[in-house]
Each structure stands twice: as C-alpha cells, then as structure tokens.
C-alpha cells in the first residue's frame, strides 16, 4: 500500500509561486508513476501533471504548461510541483496520487483509471 501527504499549499498573489510536495511511503513507493490533481469548488477535478516512476517522463495539462514543473527526488521518497506564474484560475484543492498500474519508467498519463492511495489534499488560492 502507497501512502501520500500533499504540502506546500497557501495564499498567493496572482504572479506569485508556489512548490507543493507530496510525501510519498509504502510499497514500491519510489517507483509509481505520481499525478497532480485539482479540484475547484464546483467543478470536477481535473489533472494537472504527472511523473512517470524514474522521472523521465512528465506531462502537462495545457492549462499550466509553461507555467508548472514537476519533478521528483526518490532519495527523498518526494515529488514536486513548482507553480510560476500562478493565476487566480489556479485556486483550487491540489491532490498527488500514485498510479498503481505504470510503474519505473513506464509514461505516465493523467487519464489513467488506476489512480489511487490520494492524498488528502492542500488548498492553493490566488488572488489578491
């Protein structure tokens, strides 16, 4: 079983930065591929950008590319989303997950149904 912790959240300005982490433990914790997602009141939840289990491969959804990088230290059991440029449509609840299903260096996709072990969440609000 995969368990993981999302930090970093908080109040920004819009231009402003954020780094979000997820805490990743559990079995064959340094090789599941890692999604971020978010969530916004009203809406369904929607993926951001994942990293596939080495960190060779990432992938973003068109409304942060540019903007957000992820990236991971295995070492430190951590996966990172760095956010620039935020803007106020960034406002949400961020979540990480591990996909059960791609593994090492297997691409990851934010489409994927074998998204599990999610976290509980850190809320991201821009606005000034």
């Known amino acids: 079983q995969v368990q993981l912790v999302e930090s970093g959240g908080g109040l920004v300005q819009p231009g402003g930065s954020l780094r979000l982490s997820c805490s990743v433990s559990?079995?064959?914790?340094?090789?599941?591929?890692i999604g971020w997602f978010r969530q916004a009141p009203g809406m369904e939840r929607e993926g951001v950008s994942c990293i596939s289990g080495l960190g060779g491969n990432t992938y973003y959804a068109d409304s942060v590319k540019g903007r957000f990088t992820i990236s991971r230290d295995n070492a430190r059991k951590t996966v990172y989303l760095q956010m620039n440029n935020l803007k106020p449509e960034d406002t949400a609840i961020y979540y990480c997950?591990?996909?059960?299903?791609?593994?090492?260096?297997?691409?990851?996709?934010?489409?994927?149904?074998?998204?599990?072990?999610w976290g509980q969440g850190t809320q991201i609000t821009v606005s000034s």
């Open positions: 997950a591990a996909d059960r299903s791609r593994l090492l260096s297997t691409p990851c996709v934010l489409q994927s149904v074998d998204y599990y072990s």
């Open positions: 559990g079995f064959v914790a340094n090789y599941n591929a």
